[in-house]
């Protein structure tokens, strides 16, 4: 076995640092390049176009693939342009495939979350065929959103609403995971449909906690899909003597008896 010369050695160390350094600029200059064409970072300094066109989001995408916020983006453009209430199911694909790899660069992210969730949702509504499936995904997505931002009073209000809907169905959670099952994030989903109507209780009254002036709107939701005035009170949060009062005017107005 030949050692190398000394001399080489201590030539590869002046080397490795200077490609490392250049590698960097280059990544960071990709960086920026890529936020001029769509802009994925708050920045008070500089007026950039918060909805991008499909074109300078590819170009973005090309420069710094390893930005979820640019497969956000994409998804976020492709239903803005949509046209009528119906996608087809290869735009619709697309839209799933944009989020999903947003969040499997980036999955700590509560509002993609409950986006990609939404969709699942739609889809469960709209296949009754995979149902069970579409549910299993929408069930995960919207409790991955409560996960990581847990005190976010619109994802918490968009959640409860979905669990309420979701309770509704008398359709048990599904095994499809959208992480590994071993994964510890994964938080524990309602199983049954007492669960998720528990469940949706404790997040609209996290929710109004927050932010009450969603209190009309979340209590109309409800009537809707459960026109009984003990299960609306009871996403009231208890403490909340003054809304309880309120909601209580609102029911007798629209002929709830207690």
């Known amino acids: 076995m030949t050692l190398q010369h000394p001399s080489r050695i201590h030539h590869l160390l002046h080397i490795v640092p200077l490609i490392v350094l250049l590698w960097c600029i280059t990544l960071s200059f990709r960086q920026c390049a890529g936020e001029t064409q769509c802009s994925t970072k708050r920045n008070s300094t500089l007026?950039?176009?918060?909805?991008?066109?499909?074109?300078?989001i590819a170009r973005a995408r090309a420069l710094d693939p390893v930005n979820g916020g640019y497969w956000y983006k994409q998804a976020q453009e492709a239903l803005r342009s949509q046209t009528g209430t119906?996608?087809?199911q290869a735009?619709?694909?697309?839209?799933?495939?944009?989020?999903?790899?947003?969040?499997?660069?980036?999955?700590v992210t509560g509002?993609?979350?409950?986006?990609?969730?939404?969709?699942?949702?739609l889809m469960g509504y709209r296949e009754q065929k995979a149902r069970v499936t579409w549910l299993a995904k929408a069930d995960q997505a919207y409790a991955m959103a409560e996960h990581y931002q847990p005190e976010d009073a619109r994802i918490l209000y968009t959640c409860a609403r979905y669990w309420?809907?979701?309770?509704?169905?008398?359709?048990?959670?599904?095994?499809?995971?959208?992480?590994?099952?071993?994964n510890p994030l994964i938080p524990s989903l309602p199983a049954t449909q007492t669960e998720q109507l528990e469940t949706s209780r404790t997040l609209f009254r996290k929710s109004l906690t927050l932010q009450t002036k969603t209190w009309e709107k979340a209590v109309a939701y409800v009537a809707t899909l459960y026109p009984d005035p003990k299960i609306i009170l009871s996403i009231i949060?208890?403490?909340?003597?003054?809304?309880?009062?309120?909601?209580?005017?609102?029911?007798?107005?629209?002929?709830?008896?207690?």
């Open 111 to 121: 509002t993609w979350w409950r986006h990609l969730g939404s969709r699942y949702a």
């Open 164 to 182: 309420m809907w979701r309770s509704t169905l008398k359709s048990p959670a599904g095994k499809t995971h959208l992480m590994s099952p071993e």
């Open 237 to 258: 949060p208890p403490q909340n003597t003054r809304l309880k009062a309120r909601v209580e005017k609102w029911m007798k107005k629209d002929g709830f008896r207690f």
């Open 86 to 88: 119906q996608v087809s």
């Open 47 to 56: 007026n950039r176009d918060t909805s991008p066109s499909a074109e300078a």
């Open 91 to 107: 735009k619709e694909q697309a839209i799933l495939k944009n989020f999903e790899q947003a969040l499997a660069l980036s999955p």
